[in-house]
């Protein structure tokens, strides 16, 4: 049952991650912390995760178990739904402690997933990998496990987009572009209409080009050329029009009234402070 696991990792998690291993002990080469998140149908969600202190000796881990219960104590309180789902650390693989470590959270929770995330950066990539852990023994004999890799892939949700969106910007950036700000409601609207617009046009002109036969079809593509047509409403141009314009006001409404409200927010504020002076 565990085999068929899936585990999917917010981007928040590979941030906390790489933080911890930046502000880790210079005698520490490796950093293990405690998973957070849901499970369900065979799905591993990690939303969130802490780093748990911990020393490793040639033949035993010494670990801050009581921190660790404190830290996801005071994390309940704040995010009910999220549950011990497993552990992480620093690296590219097992090691000999990570059955000893593992036995741990295996009390704490059914089925722990065991993530690696490679902080080396080897091949100029931030690995991830996924395990679980593998009975293996015969009957009445001496019992084993085994870390089995299962399948790890990223996930996001929409605020997450554009917080990694922003984080793309300063990618090859000066020192003085390292800090971006959020762009403003109408500015995203309009970046992500250019975006949609070049996108059709290379849809268009892919379309011309098997038209021409320039380009050998591919079934594939056409399938979901289909779906996506066969998706968007059945609309006159003048009904899409109104409809959007119609939209596009309620938005500028909406900005305004809370570019309204904010600015009647800080005159209250100001006339507060100058009548308690």
Not at 135 to 149: D, H, N, S, W
Not at 206 to 218: F, I, K
Request: aromatic content about 6%; overall charge negative.
């Amino acid at each position: 049952m565990a085999l068929n696991l899936v585990v999917k990792v917010h981007p928040v998690v590979l941030f906390q991650i790489v933080d911890a291993y930046e502000r880790r002990n210079a005698d520490s080469h490796r950093v293990i912390g405690t998973l957070l998140g849901t499970s369900d149908k065979g799905v591993v969600e990690v939303t969130n995760c802490f780093c748990v202190p911990h020393k490793e000796h040639a033949d035993q881990v010494e670990a801050e178990l009581n921190y660790a219960m404190d830290v996801y104590e005071l994390n309940r309180r704040v995010n009910a739904s999220e549950s011990i789902v497993g552990w992480w650390a620093t690296g590219n693989e097992v090691t000999n402690h990570s059955s000893v470590i593992h036995e741990y959270y295996s009390r704490e929770c059914r089925e722990p997933v065991h993530l690696t995330v490679d902080t080396s950066l080897a091949g100029a990539r931030m690995g991830l990998r996924a395990y679980v852990c593998v009975a293996l023994g015969v009957p009445r004999g001496k019992q084993g496990c085994m870390f089995t890799p299962i399948e790890a892939t990223l996930t996001c949700y929409e605020p997450e987009v554009v917080g990694l969106q922003l984080c793309q910007k300063t990618l090859g950036a000066g020192a003085a572009r390292r800090q971006v700000r959020p762009a403003r409601d109408l500015a995203q609207v309009a970046d992500a209409a250019g975006s949609l617009a070049q996108l059709l046009d290379q849809v268009l002109r892919h379309v011309e080009e098997v038209v021409s036969g320039a380009t050998p079809p591919n079934n594939a593509v056409g399938r979901e050329l289909l779906d996506l047509v066969s998706a968007l409403p059945s609309l006159a141009a003048d009904s899409f029009a109104d409809a959007f314009a119609s939209s596009v006001k309620d938005l500028l409404m909406v900005v305004t009234l809370a570019q309204l409200i904010k600015t009647q927010l800080q005159l209250n504020e100001k006339l507060t402070l100058l009548t308690s002076q």
